[in-house]
């Protein structure tokens, strides 16, 4: 069995720094895309950063330039370092990874709250 755990997550005031980890676990052969959502209060999940398997990066319009997502391979691990925080960012993040273990598995973690606020 594949899963994906989130950590990192808590209070923090507008304009702090977070850094969220995602690590994965069980039989993986290889990890293709690893990605962050988030999903605020009363709003539907969105997408706020993916880095594919060869290292490209992509980011949602509201977060470039203070996100930044990477990945250590060889832990199965993806990182999203979060700094200039806004009220806005509050919300529970999610990791999302394309995993191949006897099959291909779309995988989501259990979700981290980020709150952000004074």
């Known amino acids: 069995q594949v899963q994906l755990v989130e950590s990192g997550g808590g209070l923090v005031q507008p304009g702090g720094s977070l850094k969220l980890s995602c690590a994965a676990s069980g039989i993986i052969f290889s990890i293709n895309t690893m990605a962050w959502y988030r999903q605020a209060p009363g709003k539907e999940r969105e997408l706020v950063a993916v880095?594919?398997?060869?290292?490209?990066?992509n980011y949602a319009d509201s977060v470039k330039g203070r996100f930044t997502i990477s990945r250590a391979n060889a832990k199965n691990t993806v990182f999203l370092q979060m700094n200039n925080l806004k009220p806005e960012d509050t919300g529970v993040y999610y990791c999302h990874a394309a995993i191949r273990t006897y099959r291909e598995l779309e995988t989501w973690g259990q979700g981290t709250l980020v709150t952000v606020s004074e």
């Open positions: 880095i594919t398997g060869g290292g490209a990066t």
